[in-house]
Nanobody
Framework: QVQLVESGGGLVQPGGSLRLSCAAS????????MGWYRQAPGKQRELVAA???????NYADSVKGRFTISRDNAKNTMYLQMNSLKPEDTAVYYC????????????WGQGTQVTVSS
């Protein structure tokens, strides 16, 4: 079992940047799948970016070239660097981690709000 705690959300103007962090309660070295998901009001939760223990990454088309996912095994932390933010990026962002490709079988954090607005 692993507990996940997100941080780094907030209010930012369009074009701005934020870095989200997901701190795990134990070593993430052997955790196969880690990812960021988001849910906007009235919409389903969607994948933003994912990274495997081997460093393979996957991004939603809507964030390619703007967001970067990374993981620091020494700090038991995963990150999401978000640049060139747009109002449509506004959502609650959730951290997910576990041994399965399907995030529904893995562990979730409590979420952090990101609001992009002028």
């Amino acid at each position: 079992q692993v507990q996940l705690v997100e941080s780094g959300g907030g209010l930012v103007q369009p074009g701005g940047s934020l870095r989200l962090s997901c701190a795990a309660s134990r070593s993430i070295f052997n955790i196969y799948a880690m990812g960021w998901y988001r849910q906007a009001p009235g919409k389903q939760r969607e994948l933003v970016a994912a990274i495997t223990s081997g460093g393979r990454t996957n991004y939603a088309d809507s964030v390619k070239g703007r967001f970067t996912i990374s993981r620091d095994n020494a700090k038991n932390t995963m990150y999401l660097q978000m640049n060139s933010l747009k109002p449509e990026d506004t959502a609650v962002y959730y951290c997910n981690a576990g041994p399965y490709h399907d995030p529904n079988y893995n562990y979730w954090g409590q979420g952090t709000q990101v609001t992009v607005s002028s």
